[in-house]
């Protein structure tokens, strides 16, 4: 830079990291915006995350996405959290200043936005079925809920789990027998049945539905199973949410939010066989 001021700093903290697309993704940003910034990924210690952050902020840097393991504690790091954080019980995205760690969750904004905005389908009035009660499913059921579908059910192997989230939600939820109630128009894979092939039950699909797997960069066994229900359903992955919640957080932190097409467009060759999710 002409004036050779230090760039503003940012991170991603994961372990493992190394595979993350974050920093591509977020330098793609900061060229198309004219943000001078610089984004790293840093392996934090398993025990030793807080300590990490807490460096990070004290050599300059103003803010990180937090990806497995370290959601939960991030949360608990957070000096303030944002409502969608509160409700995900987790952070993926830290904003430091003079005052303290605030600590988001961009997570479903970035779904509902590659839903609504990159797939075209709106989430109004439409029966919503989530599979999966743990931490995926948990960071997204408040903005699926704020976008004012007809219904939301949560199924789960175990069916307390998907019920108490249920219920934290004023949503519906239950075993994966409830799958067989009635027919959805989208269907969400937050399961890890993605990382690991497990076969999941089928839900019936209306006419044209959604099927989203969060996973990207494979051909999973749920999408597989929703491309031979019928025709005219559409299947996606998870990497246009991976890219829309990097965006998010990129306005979080910067106040500009940048345009995802031409990103999303040009990282789909870049995962072809990776099988990854996450930040």
């Known amino acids: 830079m002409a004036n050779n001021q230090p760039l503003d700093r940012y991170a991603v903290f994961g372990n493992p990291v190394g595979h993350s697309l974050s920093p591509k993704i977020h330098a793609l940003f900061a060229a198309q915006t004219g943000q001078a910034m610089q ?3 840093i392996c934090a210690p398993l ?12 050599a300059g840097g103003q803010g990180a996405n937090v990806t497995v393991p370290f959601k939960v504690e991030a949360h608990a790091l957070s000096d303030e959290l944002t409502l969608r954080a509160q409700a995900a019980g987790a952070v993926n995205t830290l904003a430091f200043s003079t005052t303290g760690i605030l600590g988001d969750n961009t997570d479903g904004a970035g779904l509902v936005r590659d839903i609504t905005h990159n797939l075209g389908v709106s989430l109004a009035g439409k029966r919503i079925l989530v599979l999966g009660a743990g931490g995926a499913a948990r960071g997204v059921i408040l903005p699926l809920k704020e976008a004012a579908p007809a219904d939301i059910m949560i199924a789960n192997r ?11 939600f004023g949503v519906h939820g239950g075993g994966f027998e409830v799958i067989q109630a009635c027919a959805f128009d989208i269907v969400i894979n937050a399961t890890s049945a993605g990382l690991t092939d497990a076969v999941l039950p089928a839900p019936t699909f209306t006419p044209g539905a959604l099927a989203y797997e969060m996973v990207y960069g494979r051909e999973t066994q749920f999408m597989q199973a929703a491309r031979a229900a019928g025709a005219g359903l559409r299947v996606a992955d998870g990497l246009g949410m991976l890219v829309e919640q990097a965006a998010e957080a990129f306005f979080v932190w910067r106040g500009v939010r940048p345009q995802t097409l031409s990103v999303l467009a040009g990282l789909r060759q870049a995962v072809q066989g990776s099988g990854k999710d996450g930040a």
């Open 39 to 41: 984004y790293e990924s």
């Open 47 to 58: 025990d030793g995350f807080a300590k990490a952050v807490h460096a990070f902020r004290a």
């Open 158 to 168: 175990t069916a307390e789990t998907a019920l108490a989230l249920a219920r934290s």
